[in-house]
C-alpha cells in the first residue's frame, strides 16, 4: 500500500449533501463546522449519575428546647416517613428489617419516575463518639430532572417529626461517584477518532448489519496479581465510553433521540474521587479532561482520506497490529497512520468549556443539590 500524502491539502473533498434545519432540543446546544462542509451539533455535558455518601447526626435537627427525642427517634420516623413515601408508587419499595436500624428504598420521582436509590443504616462518625446513620443515595440527575430532584429535597424534608437541615446533610456528603455524558448530533461512531491518557484495552461492538455500534477504551492497569477469573474488572479502568444513542433506544423500544440525525453519545465515569470529594467540587470537575475525540474526516488532513478510513475501519475490528498485517503497510505507512491517531487534533472536546459542565448541571437540576451544600 502507497500512502498519498497531501502537502498543504485539507484531507477530505468538501460535503456536497445540502444542509438539514437545525435541529431543536437540548442536545444541540453548539454547533461544530468542519472543513469538508459537515456541520454536527453538540450538547452541554451533563451529570448521568451521582452516588454520594452523608450522615445525619443530632446537630442537623431543629430539636425544640425540652425535647426528649433520641437521634434514634428520629431514624425511626425518617425509615416510616419513606416507607410511606414509596407506598403504592410504580418501582417503589421499602426494606426495613424489625431491629429499625437500617432500611434501603428505592424512590420514583420526577416526570419519568426515575429511581433514587438510597440505603440508611446505623454507625459511628469516623472521630467522633456520638452515634449517627449513614445515607447512600443513587440517582440519575438527567432521568430526574430538575422537578424531579426538588421533589426528592421535599420528601427528605417531610420525613421527619423534626426539620432536617438538608443543607447540613448535603455539606458533610461525600460523592463517590459521578458519570458525565456529552451528545453529538449528526455523527455516528465509525466517523470518530478517540483517544485517552494511558490507553490499554479497546473493545468493539458491531450490529447484526456490521456497523460499529460501541466502543469502550479502558486505561491501563498494573500487571495483575491474581488470576484474571478472580479480578472484578480484568479489563481495567473504563476510561470513556462511545455508543450509537439512536440503536441503543432501538433496543429498548424507544425513538430516536433526534429523528432524521445519527446521535453519539461519549460518556465517563468517575469513581477515584479522594476523601471528602464534595457537591461543591462539582463544579470545578473537568470530566473529559483525559478523553481526545476527533471527527475522522478532517483528523488526518496529511493522509489520503480512503487510506485513512480504511485504516480506521480495519483498525476498529482487528486492533493496531493486526491493521498493519491484513493491509500490507511497510513500517513507515503503519508509523504514519499511527502518529496520525495518537495526535489528533481533538476537534469535538477542545472547545469544550467548563460553562458546558456547569450549564448541563443546571440542566438536570443537581444543582439546586449544590446550592443548598454551599450555604452551608
Known amino acids: 500500500m502507497t500512502l498519498n500524502i497531501l502537502v498543504g491539502g485539507s484531507g477530505a473533498a468538501p460535503s456536497n449533501k445540502p444542509q438539514k434545519d437545525l435541529p431543536d432540543g437540548n442536545l444541540c446546544k453548539d454547533e461544530i463546522k468542519f472543513p469538508d462542509g459537515r456541520t454536527v451539533w453538540r450538547s452541554n455535558v451533563r451529570p448521568d449519575r451521582i452516588s454520594f455518601v452523608s450522615y ?17 427517634d428520629v431514624f425511626s420516623s425518617l425509615l416510616g416517613g419513606l416507607s410511606g413515601a414509596v407506598e403504592g408508587e410504580v418501582g417503589g419499595k421499602a426494606f426495613v428489617p424489625s431491629s429499625g436500624t437500617r432500611g434501603t428504598f428505592t424512590l420514583p420521582c420526577g416526570p419519568r419516575g426515575a429511581i433514587i436509590y438510597l440505603a440508611l443504616k446505623r454507625e459511628k462518625v469516623p472521630g467522633t463518639v456520638v452515634p449517627a446513620f449513614s445515607v447512600r443515595v443513587e440517582f440519575n440527575p438527567r432521568k430526574l430532572q430538575p422537578s424531579g430532584i426538588h421533589q426528592f429535597l421535599e420528601i427528605l424534608e417531610q420525613c421527619f417529626d423534626v426539620p432536617i437541615d438538608v443543607g447540613a446533610f448535603l455539606s458533610n456528603a461525600t460523592v463517590t461517584r459521578y458519570d458525565a455524558a456529552v451528545d453529538f448530533v449528526g455523527l455516528c461512531p465509525s466517523e470518530l477518532v478517540a483517544t485517552i491518557e494511558k490507553p490499554g484495552k479497546r ?14 477504551l479502558h486505561k491501563k492497569r498494573a500487571t495483575p496479581s491474581k488470576p484474571l477469573q478472580t479480578i472484578k474488572n480484568p479489563l481495567g479502568v473504563l476510561g470513556v465510553k462511545i455508543y450509537d444513542r439512536t440503536r441503543e433506544r432501538a433496543a429498548h423500544g424507544k425513538p430516536a433521540p433526534v429523528p432524521g440525525y445519527a446521535v453519539t453519545r461519549a460518556e465517563v465515569v468517575k469513581t477515584r474521587l479522594g476523601a471528602g470529594f464534595s457537591f461543591a467540587d ?6 473529559f479532561k483525559d478523553v481526545r475525540l476527533s471527527y475522522a474526516a478532517t483528523a488526518a488532513p496529511l493522509i489520503e482520506p480512503s487510506v485513512w478510513n480504511l485504516y480506521l475501519a480495519v483498525k476498529a475490528s482487528v486492533g493496531d497490529e493486526r491493521a498493519t498485517i491484513l493491509l500490507g503497510l511497510s513500517g513507515a505507512e503503519a508509523k504514519a497512520l499511527k502518529k496520525a491517531f495518537q495526535d489528533h487534533p481533538n476537534t469535538l472536546l477542545s472547545s469544550l468549556s467548563s460553562a458546558a459542565w456547569q450549564a448541563g448541571i443546571a440542566e438536570t437540576g443537581l444543582d439546586q443539590m449544590i446550592a443548598l451544600s454551599l450555604a452551608k
Open 56 to 72: 445525619l447526626a443530632a446537630n442537623q435537627f431543629a430539636f425544640p428546647k425540652g425535647h426528649n427525642k433520641t437521634l434514634t
Open 203 to 216: 473493545l468493539a461492538y458491531f450490529g447484526g448489519d456490521g456497523l460499529l455500534e460501541t466502543v469502550q
Open 282 to 287: 462539582l463544579l470545578v470537575a473537568e470530566p
